[in-house]
Structure formats: structure tokens, C-alpha cells
T-cell receptor
Framework: DVKVTQSSRYLVKRTGEKVFLECVQD?????MFWYRQDPGLGLRLIYF???????EKGDIPEGYSVSREKKERFSLILESASTNQTSMYLC?????????????FGPGTRLTVT | GQQVMQIPQYQHVQEGEDFTTYCNSS?????IQWYKQRPGGHPVFLIQ?????EVKKQKRLTFQFGEAKKNSSLHITATQTTDVGTYFC???????????FGRGTSLIVHP
């Protein structure tokens, strides 16, 4: 079974703090994704990575950056957290980055920025 | 990203009633995926449809891909409380190869 884990289930940070969200997958997948999920808005893609050190912007990359130094690990960074970044963050991995491949999601991190 | 409309946003049903959610696009889709997210859980892949007019079944769930590959539906027969959750479609079309998720349909089943 593919396992995708995220470093925290719940996180509370203050405005202006630098926040790191970590995601690890154990299936040797090339591709990893970061989404945010907000009520009524579904899942919106922030960034994805198709290889180590490779990244592509998704639909809402503003205010975020990512890091992929190892194949199994994909980090989402909020350089200076703001209250409008309060959300559920979901990481996913897949064999390929196109719609032809099933995505496996982690349990999510619910981030609150106060 | 690719625009996809998913309707309805919410659906309340009595246990035993049927349920359908629709995913509609203005452009031709290459394929479509469906995911289910239980309350408090994460999205889990259900199925992928690729061919025009394709119909696939998983027990009480029936998935259809339109003939023009611009829409899809997920139909649940005789809902059970275990069907509660949010159902998402994910699509890509034309030159966009990255999946875009619909906003989801939340199914509430009343016992």
C-alpha cells in the first residue's frame, strides 16, 4: 500500500511566521503535489514536483514555495504566514503527473494562522 | 487551470434513495477521475474513465463518461450511511495535462 504521511495533523502559527509543511511518500513516486482545500472551493493545486529539485507552479502559488531535495520528501513553505492561508493542506503523490495517474493523498494538515 | 463545474454542491438524501453528481466541462476532456473523501478523511481514488460513452460499475456506484467527453456522472443506487462524504471529479483537457479538481458534491445520508 502506498503511504503518504504529513508531518502534522494540526498546526497553529502566528502571522508573519515561516511555516514548513512536510510530506513523505514511501512508494518511490516521481511526482508529488501540494493542494489546499477550503470549503466550497474544492482542491486547488499550489505546486507540484515531477522529480528531485524540479517544481512547477499550480493554480495558486502566490505566498508559497516548495522544496524537493529527496525523492520521497516534498516540503511546502509559507515564507510569511498570513491569516488567509488558514486552510487544510493536502499532499499527494503519483507515478505520473498527468490525469492518467491515480493520486494518493496524505491525511492533511489543518493550519490555522492567527 | 481547466474549468470544471460539479453539481450539486450538496445533496441530502434519505437512506435507500439514489444519488447522482455531475461534472461538466465546456471543453473536451482527455479523461476523468473520481475521488471520494469521507468526513475528516482525505480523498481516495475511485475510478478513471477514458473512452467516450464509457460506463463503469463498482457495486452500487455507476460512473459514466459522456459521448462528447465533456461531462461525467457518478450515480449511487440505494444510498447507505457509508456513502456519506464529498465526491470530487478531476479532469484535464487539451494541452493541460495536470489534473484540476471540481469543487465537489457533499452527500449527506439521513438514516
Amino acid at each position: 500500500d502506498v503511504k503518504v504521511t504529513q508531518s502534522s495533523r494540526y498546526l497553529v502559527k502566528r502571522t508573519g511566521e515561516k511555516v514548513f509543511l512536510e510530506c513523505v511518500q514511501d512508494m518511490d513516486h516521481e511526482n508529488m503535489f501540494w493542494y489546499r482545500q477550503d470549503p466550497g472551493l474544492g482542491l486547488r493545486l499550489i505546486y507540484f514536483s515531477y522529480d528531485v529539485k524540479m517544481k512547477e507552479k499550480g493554480d495558486i502559488p502566490e505566498g508559497y514555495s516548495v522544496s524537493r531535495e529527496k525523492k520521497e520528501r516534498f516540503s511546502l513553505i509559507l515564507e510569511s504566514a498570513s491569516t488567509n492561508q488558514t486552510s487544510m493542506y493536502l499532499c499527494a503523490s503519483s507515478l505520473g503527473f498527468t490525469i492518467s495517474y491515480e493520486q494518493y493523498f496524505g491525511p492533511g494538515t489543518r493550519l490555522t494562522v492567527t | 487551470g481547466q474549468q470544471v463545474m460539479q453539481i450539486p454542491q450538496y445533496q441530502h438524501v434519505q437512506e435507500g434513495e439514489d444519488f447522482t453528481t455531475y461534472c461538466n466541462s465546456s471543453t473536451t476532456l482527455s479523461n476523468i477521475q473520481w475521488y471520494k473523501q469521507r468526513p475528516g478523511g482525505h480523498p481516495v481514488f475511485l475510478i478513471q474513465l477514458v473512452k467516450s460513452g464509457e460506463v463503469k460499475k463498482q457495486k452500487r456506484l455507476t460512473f459514466q463518461f459522456g459521448e462528447a467527453k465533456k461531462n461525467s456522472s457518478l450515480h449511487i443506487t440505494a444510498t447507505q450511511t457509508t456513502d456519506v462524504g464529498t465526491y470530487f471529479c478531476a479532469v484535464a483537457s487539451g494541452g493541460s495535462y495536470i489534473p484540476t479538481f471540481g469543487r465537489g458534491t457533499s452527500l449527506i445520508v439521513h438514516p
